[in-house]
């Protein structure tokens, strides 16, 4: 069945540095894909979404191209803040309703 | 902004019991959603709901669960005689459109469930 693999946690990094987060999927046919965010003590909020093969979804500084022939959608930000410290998930959706999620991975950025 | 809501943020049960966990969806949203997320475990689907009936389960969403929106606003899932393997966090969902490309879900806070 369909599935979502992210790089392990915890990822920590100095502010202004640069950040990718590696998802890749497994889907038999084409997903809309999705990165999520959650803040400490909040909901998850959809940070950016590509549905078709070679669109960049981008956000808040944040990027990832939906790339069929690697079957991955990276999340990138050429600099990050404290701000961005969270919990990241990737996700897809491809028939019906279900999101189908990573198991997320766990940003810490020090000033 | 809107948002979804669920009560109570944190619900402790002993094993066997019956608890209910509530959301309020965003009011002109149509479908609703259940997940859950195990410590340590990825995010899980559970169930989908639309037009008053489920549109969509999961292998995970067995008889020992149950949804509904009892009134216009509340969403709530009953989970019967609760296991020790029950305990997770709980997240509600809703959205305008259920099966468009690039619908957005809009999540709570989550509900954390101890199971003792």
């Known amino acids: 069945g369909d599935s979502v693999t992210q790089m392990e946690g915890p990822v920590t990094l100095s502010e202004e540095a640069f950040l990718t987060i590696n998802c890749t999927y497994t889907?038999?046919?084409?997903?809309?894909l999705f990165w999520y965010v959650q803040y400490p003590g909040e909901g998850l909020q959809l940070l950016l979404k590509?549905?078709?093969?070679?669109d960049k979804g981008s956000n808040k500084g944040f990027e990832a191209t939906y790339r069929k022939e690697t079957t991955s959608f990276h999340l990138e930000k050429g600099s990050v803040q404290v701000s961005d410290s969270a919990v990241y998930f990737c996700?897809?959706?491809?028939?019906?309703?279900?999101?189908?999620f990573g198991k997320g991975t766990t940003l810490s950025v020090s000033s | 902004e809107p948002e979804v809501t669920q009560t109570p943020s944190h619900q402790v049960t002993q094993m066997g019991q019956e608890v209910i966990l509530r959301c309020v969806p965003i009011?002109?949203?149509?479908?609703f959603y259940w997940y859950r997320q195990i410590l340590g475990q990825k995010v899980e689907f559970l169930v989908s709901?639309?037009?008053?009936?489920?549109?969509?389960k999961s292998e995970i969403f067995d008889d020992q669960f149950s949804v509904e929106r009892p009134d216009g606003s509340n969403f709530t899932l009953k989970i019967r005689s609760t296991k020790l393997e029950d305990s997770a966090m709980y997240f509600c969902?809703?959205?305008?459109?259920?099966?468009?490309?690039?619908?957005?879900?809009?999540f709570g806070p989550g509900t954390r469930l101890t199971v003792l």
């Open positions: 969902a809703s959205s305008e459109e259920g099966t468009s490309g690039g619908f957005e879900q809009f």
């Open positions: 889907a038999t046919g084409y997903p809309s």
């Open positions: 590509a549905t078709k093969a070679d």
């Open positions: 996700a897809l959706r491809e028939a019906g309703t279900a999101l189908i």
């Open positions: 009011s002109n949203h149509l479908y």
């Open positions: 709901f639309y037009n008053n009936e489920i549109s969509e």
